[in-house]
């Protein structure tokens, strides 16, 4: 299983025989730059070097930098992994309003039946979660009857209680940002890897967000934070912890299924994305497949962990 190290205390990082070293008063750390699946600095004192950024994205590893209230607020994307960006790029700019209408359809689908299955494993009233799921079936094309926000205001609400908003500024926000920020990375990165620019949206298409693509794929995705959150409440006190924080990182671990198989996120992330470039050369949006949330399971093994 690829590892996330989290850098929180290391005042120094550098890269010697294709191991990363991070230097702290207290201790040296090291970890294979083959074992990475990416590097999160939640230290604004720590120094990187751009010679340890070039190696790490020369392996693969994506690097997350987090703010003052330790938020991911940017991130090192590896370029150069697909063989033929161009090309993808391309057909990213070719594609129709109406099949990304049909795309889009379905990852709504997808994203409101994953909140459905996160109430009913918060075990929240089956009637909420049952509506959710009624909600779903009758998204249309492109979401043209604004299904997602309907059941955003019925689900918020069941899961975190009637006076939740997501406007709020308290640590269920906080952990539900950092949580989304997290899977927006892992997303970005892999639609890096097939060689996607994130700037052509399926749905989101705003000017300034280099990241549209991976809004529009990371929908689905967001339940499996939710959840998290609020399986979690009884820890989160005024501002996320370290531990709070790490364990929202390893959600990328978290088993999840895919295509009738389960595995984890990261590697779910791969094949989804994968399936994307199948369901755009094919010109069918039905090919594209759809992470599907289940019950957290700690014995869980992948056989691609190797």
């Known amino acids: 299983m690829w590892r996330t190290l989290i850098v929180t205390s290391g005042e120094k990082l550098t890269v010697k025989n294709q191991w990363l070293h991070v230097y702290s008063e207290e201790q040296e750390a090291r970890v294979p730059i083959g074992d990475l699946y990416s590097v999160v600095v939640d230290n604004r004192q720590a120094m990187v070097s751009v010679a340890v950024l070039t190696q790490l994205?020369?392996?693969?590893?994506?690097?997350?930098?987090?703010?003052?209230?330790?938020?991911?607020?940017?991130?090192?994307?590896?370029?150069?992994?697909?063989y033929r960006p161009l090309t993808t790029v391309q057909k990213q700019m070719q594609l129709t309003d109406e099949f990304k209408n049909q795309l889009w359809q379905r990852i709504v689908q997808a994203k409101i039946q994953?909140?459905?299955?996160?109430?009913?494993?918060?075990?929240?009233?089956?009637?909420?979660?049952?509506?959710l799921e009624e909600m779903a079936l009758a998204v249309r094309l492109g979401d043209s009857n604004n299904r997602e926000a309907q059941a955003a205001k019925l689900y918020f609400p069941a899961l975190f209680g009637l006076g939740f908003t997501r406007t709020q500024e308290d640590v269920t926000n906080a952990a539900l940002n950092y949580g989304y920020a997290i899977v927006r990375s892992a997303v970005s990165k892999t639609l890096a890897a097939y060689g996607y620019s994130g700037i052509l949206g399926i749905h989101h298409i705003g000017g300034g967000n280099p990241f549209n693509l991976a809004d529009d794929l990371m929908e689905p995705l967001r339940p499996l934070v939710d959840l998290w959150v609020d399986s979690h409440c009884d820890e989160l006190y005024e501002q996320l912890t370290k531990t709070n924080r790490k364990e929202l990182i390893g959600l990328v671990n978290h088993p999840i299924k895919l295509d009738g198989k389960k595995m984890r996120v990261r590697y779910a992330i791969d094949r989804y994305i994968k399936s994307l470039t199948s369901a755009i050369e094919g010109q069918d949006a039905g090919l594209l497949l759809l992470p599907e949330l289940i019950r957290f399971d700690p014995l869980f093994e992948d056989e691609q962990d190797g």
């Open 57 to 82: 994205a020369q392996a693969g590893v994506h690097v997350i930098f987090c703010d003052e209230k330790h938020l991911p607020c940017a991130e090192l994307l590896p370029m150069g992994l697909h």
């Open 114 to 131: 994953n909140q459905a299955k996160a109430l009913r494993l918060a075990g929240v009233s089956g009637a909420k979660a049952q509506k």
